[in-house]
């Protein structure tokens, strides 16, 4: 079963700027990560924020996390073309066995 | 080493016949998990390795699906009388320890025709 959404499900926009997505999940978690896959490939780890962590930082990228709303965010600033790909959320839910529970992703294409 | 393995990248098969993917992991990395991911939706978790135990399985892994870890290091997995529906990516990560973030691979793409 799907532990996160992510909205929107697909997202288009020009080179230079920002794109958001969110994430909502069910249950209490560990941590919350976020992944990219470019089509047809494996999935590559970005970022992963911890329950007790509101905000993480890596380059371009933002991630928020609302525990009290199960939520998180992923903002990729100034967006580059090479940005374009699907962007998944996975929870690791606690007390558990820690095996990431995928949504169903956001398709982001940037256009130059 | 340069991370998560996978063996074949692609596959196509005719229906009913079986097939085996190989995983390698990061050499440090203890655990080993498998997911199917299908168009357009997320990866769905299948079976998990810590070591060379079996921990987990998803109720996806039919008795058709096996998988192993032998020697706690590669892993494989084993679908028997391939039916259409298993047409798939087969994606294969591995973590260092729960809640570390994990490391996949490129994925098997299986066609069964």
């Known amino acids: 079963s799907q532990q996160g959404e992510e909205d929107p499900q697909a997202l288009s926009i020009q080179e230079g700027e920002n794109a958001t997505m969110n994430c909502s999940y069910k249950?209490?978690?560990?941590?919350l990560q976020w992944y990219r896959q470019n089509s047809g490939r494996g999935l590559v780890h970005l970022i992963l924020?911890?329950?007790?962590?509101r905000e993480k930082h890596s380059g371009r990228l933002r991630v928020t996390l609302d525990t009290s709303k199960k939520s998180s965010s992923l903002l990729i600033t100034a967006s580059r073309a090479a940005d374009t790909a699907s962007y998944f959320c996975?929870?690791?839910?606690?007390?558990?066995?820690?095996?990431?529970?995928f949504g169903r992703g956001t398709s982001l294409i940037v256009h130059p | 080493d340069t991370g998560v393995s996978q063996d074949p990248r692609h596959k196509i098969t005719k229906r009913g016949q079986n097939v085996t993917f190989r995983c390698d992991p990061i050499?440090?990395?203890?655990?080993l998990y498998w997911y199917r991911q299908t168009l357009g939706q997320g990866p769905e978790f299948l079976t998990y390795?810590?070591?060379?135990?079996?921990?987990?399985k998803s109720r996806l892994l039919s008795d058709r699906f096996s998988a192993e870890r032998p020697k706690g290091s590669f892993s494989t997995l084993e679908i028997q009388r391939t039916e259409q529906g298993d047409s798939a990516m087969y994606l294969c990560?591995?973590?260092?320890?729960?809640?570390?973030?994990?490391?996949f691979g490129s994925g098997t793409r299986l066609t069964v025709v």
């Open positions: 990560a591995s973590s260092s320890r729960g809640g570390s973030g994990y490391t």
């Open positions: 050499s440090e990395h203890n655990r």
């Open positions: 249950t209490s978690i560990n941590n």
């Open positions: 390795f810590q070591n060379e135990a079996q921990l987990e």
């Open positions: 924020i911890r329950s007790n962590e």
């Open positions: 996975a929870t690791d839910a606690s007390g558990g066995s820690y095996i990431p529970t």
